[in-house]
Nanobody, 116 residues
């Protein structure tokens, strides 16, 4: 499984960004995909996950502001993280993760900076 994340950038408080994560390779083995983030000096934390069946889960800190979704097409799974009403505390490197029965896969991070 290969993961390619993109979509990060600099945005002002209250703005929006959409992150993308494309999974390719043995995607039939993926059960759950998710987004995590790591702010400077802090541990990596869960942002949101989406299952193969479309069930979602998100951290309390982003509920009502972030929406995760997934799309299967062209031998890839693309997971989106729509982020709205961004706050300075959302500043972090965001990582995509894919869970399979054998192991977990991480994509490279994409940096999100929310400026006030």
């Amino acid at each position: 499984v290969q993961l390619q994340a993109s979509g990060g950038g600099l945005v002002q408080v209250g703005g929006s960004l959409r992150l993308f994560c494309a999974a390719s390779g043995s995607i039939s083995s993926i059960s759950v995909m998710g987004w995590y983030r790591q702010a400077p000096g802090k541990q990596r934390e869960l942002v949101a996950t989406v299952t193969r069946g479309g069930g979602t889960n998100s951290a309390d800190s982003v509920k009502g502001r972030f929406t995760i979704s997934r799309e299967n097409a062209n031998a890839k799974i693309t997971v989106y993280l729509q982020m709205t009403s961004l706050k300075p505390e959302d500043t972090a490197v965001y990582y995509c993760k894919a869970l399979t029965p054998n192991r977990n896969y991480w994509g490279q991070g994409t940096e999100v900076t929310v400026s006030s």
